[in-house]
C-alpha cells in the first residue's frame, strides 16, 4: 500500500519498553481496565433508559395514556434511521481500523481512518438531528394536481409538511408549491394523513424517546470530540505508538456507542413495525 | 503508565524531598505544582494518603451537620405537640440530615479509609490513577457544597438577607423553600414542580455530581486493586478490608447508574416538563420508586461493607488469632454484592406488587441475610479461643457485631410482607435502619478510626477518652433507637413533625430524645479526641497494635512513596506472619533509579471548582433566575478545560531516592525479627 | 494482546485481522438489512421478534468480540463487561415483569388522574 510509505519507521526497541511500562497483575493495561470497568456500568446507565421507556411503551400502547395520541410508525423514518445505523456499523469498522494503524504504529494510516470514523460520527449526528427536527414538526401526506405552462397536468402525493403548511391557507401552499416545483402551479390539494408533531412534553412517549436516543447521541457526540481531539494532537507529534492504548480506549468507547445502537435501533425502532 | 520512561530519560540526582527538586514544566508549559509544602501541596496533591486524611475530614465535619440537624430533630419531638421549629423546617431537616448522613458522613468516611489504606494493603505506592482520585475528592466537596449551600441560602431567605430580591429578580417559582425537603428517596410526585420548591433541584443536582465522585472513584480502585498488587499479594492473600472495597466499587459502579438517569429524568420533569413521573400526563410514580430503590438497595451495602471490611481486620489483630474463614468471608460479601441488586422491591411491599413478585422478592431478602449471618458466625469464629483485648477499637468493633445483628433481625422481620404491611413508613423501619447504619456502620468505621489514626497521623489517641466515647455512643445509640420499634409498632409514623399528647408516645419520645443528646455528646468527644491526636497526641510506634496486614510495616508517619522497596508477599496476613511465622517477606531490589513519583496537578481542583458553580446556578437556572443560565454553561465551560489541561499536561513524574541509612531503612521498622530474617 | 516484539510482527497481524474486521462489518450490514426486511414480512410476531433478538444479540457480541479485541483480550475484560450486562439486563426484565402485573392496572390509574384533573 502506497499509504504505508508516509508512516515514519519504527525501533524495535520501542515495542519492548511499551509492553514493560503496561505490565500489570492482570496482563491488562490500567487504561483498558478502567474502560472496560466504565463501559459496564454504561450498560446499567443505558438499561435504566431502555427499561424506562419499554416500561411505558408496555403501558401505553399508543405512545399515551390516549388512544391515537402519538403514532409512532408514522412519526418514525425508517429509511433515514436504517442509513444511520448502517453509517454507525461502517464508523466502528473504520475505528477497529484506526486501532489496528496504531498497533502497528502506521500514525498516517491511524489519521486517516480516524478522520472517516469523524466524518461518519458526523453524518449519523447530522441525521439524528434532521430526525429529531422532523418527530417534532410532525409530517403531512398530501395528494396535488398541478399544471405546467403548457397545461399538461400531472399529480402525486407528497409527504411534506413544509409545503401544505397549512391545508387552508391555499395561497401559501400555491406559493410553496411553485418554489419547489418550478413553472408547475397547484391546482388542487388534499391532506390524506397527518401525523402530529412529537416533543419532550406532549407525551410519554416523546419524553422517553428523545431522553433516550439524546443521551445516545451524547455520547456518539463525545466521542466525536473525542476522536477529533485526538486526531489534531497527532499533529503536535506527541502521538506515539505508546499512545496506542489511549486510541485503544477511544475506540473501545466508540464502538460501545455502535452496541447501545445495535439494541435501540431493534427494541425502539424496528419492534415497532411488527404487526400485532 | 509509560510515565517511568517518558518524564525522566536522562536521569538526574534523586532526593527524598520533593521540594528541593527543580520545579518541572508540564506538556503545557505551565509549572507543576509539585515543589509545595502547604496549602498549594494539600489543594493539588495526589497522594492517596493525603486524599484519604481530608476526605476523612470532610466526613466528620459533616457527621457534625448532620448529627446537629438529627439533634434538631429530636427536640422537636422530644414532647407531644411541640412548636419548637415549624413542619417545613422539619421536613427539611430530616432530608437534609439523611441524606448527609449516607452521602456525606458514611460515604466520604469509607472513601477515607479506601484512599489511606488499599495502596498501602497492597504493597503499591499508589492508586492506578492519581489525577483522577483527586478529581474524585474535589467532585465529591461540590457535591457536598451544592447540597449544603441549599441552607446557606434558605437561612438568608429566612431572616431577610435578601428581601425579596430573588422573587424581584424573576424566578417564576416561589423561593420560599430553598433547601432539600423531599425526604432522602425523593419520591415523585412529592419531587414536581407543583410540590416542592429549588431546594429539590438543589438536592437533584448535588447527588448527581457526588454520584460522578463516587464512580470515579470506584473506578480508580477496582484497577488498583486488580492490577497494582505487590508481588505474591494474590487475591486469596488481600486483606478482607481491601476486598470488600473492591466489592463496594462494584456495587458502586453498578448502582450509581440507575439512580444517576432516574434524577436526569427527573430533572428533565422539572426542567423541561418532560412526563418520567408526571402523573398528569401519564408518567408513573411507582417508577421512580423502582428506580431509586435499583439503587437503594444496593447503596445500604456499599454502605455497611468498607464497616464489615473495617471489622474483619480488627478482630482477629485482637483476637491473636487469623480471621476465621476468610474464603467465606470474602465470598459471603460477594454473594451479599451480588443479591442486593435483587432484592430492591422489599422497600415497596405495600405499594402493590402483585403476589410472584412479593413472594419472590420477601423470599429473596431472606435469603441475603444467610450471608450476613454467615459473616456474623465467622467474627465470633475468629473471637473464639482467643487472647481478646479489649482495646478502644475492639470495644466498638464488637459494639458493631452485636448492634448489626439487631438491626439485620428486624430486617428479617420486615422481609415477611404481611409484617412489613405494619412496619413500613412507621417508627420500627427508622429503628431498623438506625440499628444497621449508626450501630454498624458507623460503629465499624469509628473502630476503624481508633485503630488506625495511629498511622494515619503518627499519634496515639486518648484511650481513656476513647471507652468513655464507646460508652456514651453504644449507650446513647441504644436509648435513643431501642424505643423506636416500641414506637413503630404501636403505630407511630415516620416523618411527623408532631404528634398528639394522647397517642402514648410521650414517654419513649423523651427517652429517645435523651439517648440522642448522650450519643451526639460521644461522637462529638470522639472527634474532639481525634482533632486532639493529629496535633497533640503522644507519638506512636510504626506497629502499635502487632498488625498483620501490610500497612503495619511501613514506617510512620507513612512516607510519600509509602514502601521505600516494593515487598514480596509470601502469605495472607504476611506482615504477621513475618514477625511471628516461619515466612518472611522480601523485598524487590533497588533499580537504581529512585523511587517514581506521579505530579500533582491543578486540573482536578478546577473540575471540582466548576462542578460546584454548575450544580449551585442548575438550581437557580431551574427556579428561572435570570442569567443563571450562563453561569451553568461557565460552570460547565470550567470542567471541560480541566479536563482538557488535564489531559494535555502529560502525567509528568518525578523520582525521590529513600534515606540510604542502611538496609534497615527498607524493612518494617519495629519488626521483632526483621533483623534476624537476613 | 497482540503479543508481537517486532512491527514487522505487528503489521503482519493486524494485517490479518483487516481481513477479519472486513469480513465482520459485511456481516453486520447484512443482518442489519434482514433485520429491516423482516418486520415487514407477513410472519407472525413472535417469530418476527425472535429473529430480531437473536441477530441483534449476534451483532452486539461480534463487535464486543472483534471489533472490541474481547476475542483477542484476557477473558477478565469479557466477565467484567458480563457482569454489566448481566445486572443490566436482568434489572431490565425484572423491571419489565414487574409492570406487567394484570391485578393492577396502572395506565388506568393514570387515565382516571389525567380524566380528573381534565374536570377541574
Ligand atoms: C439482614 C439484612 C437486612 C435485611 C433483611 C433488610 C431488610 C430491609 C427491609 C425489608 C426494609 C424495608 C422496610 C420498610 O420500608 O418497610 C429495609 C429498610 C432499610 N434498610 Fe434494611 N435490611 C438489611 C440490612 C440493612 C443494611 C446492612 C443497611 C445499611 C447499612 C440497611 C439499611 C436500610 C435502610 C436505610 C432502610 C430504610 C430505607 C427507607 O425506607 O428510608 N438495611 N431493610
Ligand atoms: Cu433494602
Given at each position: 500500500m502506497a499509504s504505508q510509505t508516509a508512516n515514519p519507521p519504527l525501533d524495535d526497541k520501542l515495542l519492548e519498553e511499551i509492553h514493560a511500562d503496561s505490565h500489570t497483575n492482570t496482563g491488562i493495561e490500567n487504561k483498558k481496565l478502567i474502560m472496560w470497568l466504565f463501559l459496564a456500568s454504561d450498560c446499567m446507565f443505558f438499561g435504566t433508559l431502555i427499561s424506562t421507556h419499554l416500561i411505558y411503551r408496555k403501558l401505553y400502547p399508543f405512545g399515551h395514556p390516549q388512544e391515537g395520541a402519538v403514532d409512532i410508525t408514522g412519526t418514525f423514518d425508517i429509511e433515514l434511521t436504517s442509513f444511520s445505523t448502517f453509517i454507525l456499523l461502517m464508523s466502528s469498522f473504520l475505528m477497529a481500523l484506526a486501532v489496528s494503524a496504531m498497533h502497528k504504529g502506521a500514525i498516517e494510516s491511524f489519521r486517516r481512518y480516524t478522520f472517516g470514523v469523524i466524518l461518519f460520527g458526523l453524518i449519523f449526528l447530522g441525521g439524528q438531528v434532521y430526525e429529531f427536527q422532523h418527530f417534532f414538526h410532525g409530517q403531512g401526506w398530501y395528494e396535488w394536481t398541478a399544471t405546467n405552462a403548457a397545461g399538461e397536468e400531472v399529480s402525486g402525493t407528497e409527504a411534506n409538511e413544509g409545503v401544505f403548511h397549512d391545508v387552508a391557507d391555499t395561497a401559501a401552499a400555491k406559493a410553496n408549491f411553485l418554489h419547489e416545483h418550478h413553472g408547475y402551479e397547484l391546482t388542487e390539494f388534499k391532506e390524506l394523513k397527518k401525523v402530529p408533531g412529537l416533543s419532550l412534553q406532549n407525551s410519554v412517549f416523546g419524553s422517553t424517546f428523545y431522553v433516550m436516543t439524546g443521551t445516545h447521541g451524547t455520547h456518539v457526540a463525545i466521542g466525536v470530540l473525542w476522536l477529533f481531539s485526538m486526531l489534531i494532537y497527532s499533529y503536535s507529534g506527541r502521538l506515539t505508538p505508546r499512545n496506542a492504548i489511549d486510541v485503544e480506549i477511544a475506540g473501545l468507547y466508540w464502538h460501545f456507542v455502535d452496541i447501545v445502537w445495535i439494541v435501540i435501533f431493534t427494541v425502539v425502532y424496528l419492534v415497532e413495525y411488527i404487526e400485532l | 503508565m509509560s510515565a517511568t520512561h517518558v518524564a525522566d530519560p536522562h536521569h538526574h540526582h534523586a532526593v527524598a524531598d520533593k521540594t528541593q527538586l527543580a520545579p518541572e514544566k508540564s506538556h503545557l508549559g505551565l509549572t507543576r505544582p509539585d515543589r509545595h509544602s502547604g496549602i498549594i501541596d494539600w489543594l493539588t496533591t495526589v497522594d492517596h494518603k493525603k486524599i484519604g486524611i481530608m476526605y476523612g475530614a470532610a466526613a466528620m465535619f459533616f457527621f457534625l451537620v448532620g448529627g446537629i440537624e438529627a439533634l434538631l430533630i429530636r427536640a422537636q419531638l422530644a414532647t407531644s405537640e411541640n412548636h419548637l421549629i415549624t413542619a417545613e423546617l422539619y421536613n427539611q431537616l430530616f432530608t437534609m440530615h439523611g441524606t448527609t448522613m449516607i452521602f456525606l458522613g458514611v460515604m466520604p468516611l469509607s472513601a477515607a479509609f479506601f484512599n489511606f489504606l488499599v495502596p498501602l494493603q497492597i504493597g503499591a505506592r499508589d492508586v492506578a490513577f492519581p489525577r483522577l482520585n483527586t478529581f474524585s475528592l474535589w467532585t465529591f466537596v461540590a457535591g457536598a457544597t451544592v447540597l449544603n449551600v441549599s441552607w446557606f441560602f434558605q437561612f438568608a431567605h429566612t431572616v431577610g438577607w435578601f428581601g425579596d430580591s430573588l422573587t424581584i429578580m424573576g424566578a417564576d417559582q416561589p423561593l420560599s423553600q430553598i433547601a432539600p425537603a423531599g425526604g432522602w428517596f425523593g419520591y415523585a410526585p412529592l419531587t414536581g414542580r407543583e410540590y416542592t420548591g429549588i431546594g429539590t433541584d438543589f438536592w437533584i443536582v448535588g447527588l448527581q455530581i457526588l454520584g460522578i465522585a463516587s464512580l470515579a472513584a470506584s473506578f480508580n480502585f477496582i484497577v488498583t486493586i486488580l492490577n497494582m498488587r505487590a508481588p505474591g499479594m494474590t487475591m486469596m492473600r488481600l486483606p478482607v478490608f481491601t476486598w470488600m472495597t473492591l466489592i463496594t466499587s462494584f456495587l458502586i459502579i453498578f448502582a450509581f447508574p440507575a439512580i444517576t438517569i432516574a434524577l436526569a429524568e427527573l430533572m428533565f420533569d422539572r426542567?423541561?416538563?418532560?412526563?418520567?413521573?408526571?402523573i398528569e400526563n401519564g408518567g408513573q410514580p411507582i417508577l421512580w420508586q423502582h428506580l431509586f430503590w435499583v439503587f437503594g438497595h444496593p447503596e445500604v451495602y456499599i454502605l455497611v461493607l468498607p464497616a464489615m471490611g473495617i471489622v474483619s481486620e480488627i478482630l482477629p489483630t485482637f483476637s491473636k488469632k487469623p480471621l476465621f474463614g476468610y474464603p467465606i468471608i470474602v465470598f459471603s460479601g460477594a454473594v451479599i454484592g451480588f443479591l442486593g441488586f435483587a432484592v430492591w422491591s422489599h422497600h415497596m411491599f405495600t405499594t402493590g406488587l402483585g403476589k410472584i413478585a412479593t413472594a419472590a422478592f420477601s423470599l429473596l431478602t431472606m435469603a441475603i441475610a444467610v450471608p450476613t449471618g454467615v459473616k456474623i458466625f465467622n467474627w465470633m469464629g475468629s473471637l473464639w479461643g482467643g487472647r481478646i483485648k479489649f482495646t478502644v477499637p475492639m470495644v466498638f468493633a464488637l459494639g458493631f457485631i452485636w448492634m448489626f445483628m439487631m438491626g439485620g433481625f428486624t430486617g428479617i422481620m420486615h422481609s415477611s410482607a404481611p409484617a412489613d404491611a405494619q412496619q413500613q413508613d412507621s417508627y420500627f423501619v427508622v429503628a431498623h435502619f438506625h440499628y444497621v447504619l449508626l450501630g454498624g456502620v458507623l460503629l465499624g468505621l469509628l473502630a476503624g478510626l481508633y485503630f488506625w489514626v495511629p498511622k494515619i497521623f503518627g499519634r496515639m489517641p486518648n484511650q481513656k477518652l476513647g471507652y468513655l466515647t464507646a460508652v456514651l455512643v453504644i449507650a446513647g445509640f441504644n436509648i435513643t433507637f431501642f424505643p423506636m420499634h416500641y414506637l413503630g409498632l404501636t403505630g407511630m409514623p415516620r416523618r411527623t413533625h408532631t404528634y398528639l399528647g394522647d397517642m402514648g408516645w410521650d414517654l419513649w419520645n423523651l427517652v429517645a430524645t435523651i439517648g440522642a443528646f448522650i450519643l451526639g455528646i460521644g461522637v462529638f468527644l470522639c472527634f474532639v479526641n481525634l482533632a486532639w491526636t493529629a496535633v497533640k497526641g503522644p507519638k506512636s510506634p510504626a506497629d502499635p497494635w502487632d498488625g498483620r496486614t501490610l500497612e503495619w510495616s511501613t514506617p510512620t508517619p507513612v512516607p510519600a512513596y509509602n514502601f521505600a522497596a516494593t515487598p514480596i508477599v509470601q502469605a495472607r496476613d504476611c506482615y504477621w506472619v513475618h514477625k511471628h511465622g516461619d515466612k518472611k517477606m522480601d523485598y524487590q531490589p533497588d533499580d537504581g533509579h529512585g523511587i517514581h513519583m506521579p505530579s500533582q496537578s491543578w486540573w482536578p481542583l478546577l473540575c471540582g471548582f466548576g462542578f460546584a458553580l454548575f450544580g449551585t446556578s442548575m438550581a437557580f437556572y431551574a427556579a428561572g433566575v435570570p442569567f443563571a443560565g450562563y453561569c451553568v454553561i461557565t460552570g460547565l465551560g470550567l470542567v471541560v478545560v480541566g479536563i482538557y489541561f488535564w489531559a494535555l499536561e502529560g502525567p509528568g513524574g518525578y523520582h525521590l531516592e529513600p534515606p540510604h541509612d542502611g538496609e534497615a531503612a527498607k524493612k518494617p521498622t519495629d519488626s521483632p525479627v526483621a533483623t534476624a530474617a537476613h | 494482546m497482540s503479543h508481537a516484539t517486532t512491527w514487522k510482527e505487528a503489521a503482519i497481524l493486524e494485517n490479518a485481522r483487516y481481513h477479519t474486521f472486513f469480513n465482520l462489518a459485511m456481516a453486520l450490514a447484512v443482518l442489519t438489512g434482514i433485520e429491516i426486511v423482516i418486520i415487514f414480512l407477513p410472519w407472525a410476531a413472535s417469530i418476527v421478534m425472535s429473529v430480531l433478538i437473536v441477530l441483534s444479540v449476534i451483532k452486539f457480541f461480534a463487535v464486543i468480540l472483534w471489533f472490541m479485541h474481547l476475542i483477542y483480550d484476557k477473558q477478565l475484560l469479557f466477565w467484567l463487561f458480563m457482569a454489566g450486562m448481566i445486572l443490566a439486563t436482568g434489572t431490565m426484565i425484572a423491571l419489565l415483569a414487574l409492570f406487567s402485573i394484570d391485578d393492577v392496572d396502572l395506565a388506568d390509574i393514570a387515565s382516571i388522574t389525567s380524566y380528573a384533573s381534565n374536570l377541574a
Open positions: - | 426542567l423541561f416538563g418532560t412526563n418520567f413521573f408526571r | -
